[in-house]
């Protein structure tokens, strides 16, 4: 099911619009949708990842458990040369 939106979009805005439509011979309403999508599922991953975040940092003041700085920085290290192992627990 489909719902229809409005959104008022100052004149240069509009314009840009227009344009990329033409160039990429597509509706702007296609480009519409698409930015939406692609805006929601970066702001989707931000929440998520904030969400995340808090349950880690929740979760290590109940226990104080922690990764040591010397294991998180020799696994960054491997990294950056390309070795790709499992976080350190």
């Known amino acids: 099911m489909t719902q229809t939106k409005s959104v008022k979009l ?3 805005t509009h ?3 227009a344009d990329l ?3 990429r011979d ?9 930015a939406i999508e692609k805006f929601l599922d970066s702001e989707e991953n931000y929440e998520r990842e904030k969400r995340e975040d808090l349950e880690r940092w929740e979760r290590y003041q109940l226990t104080g458990e922690a990764i040591p700085h010397e294991k998180a920085a020799a696994w960054i290290e491997n990294l950056a040369k390309g070795e790709v192992t499992s976080c350190p627990k």
């Open 15 to 17: 314009k840009r619009l």
């Open 10 to 12: 100052d004149d240069t």
């Open 21 to 23: 439509a033409r160039v």
């Open 26 to 34: 597509r509706s702007p309403h296609w480009l519409m949708c698409k």
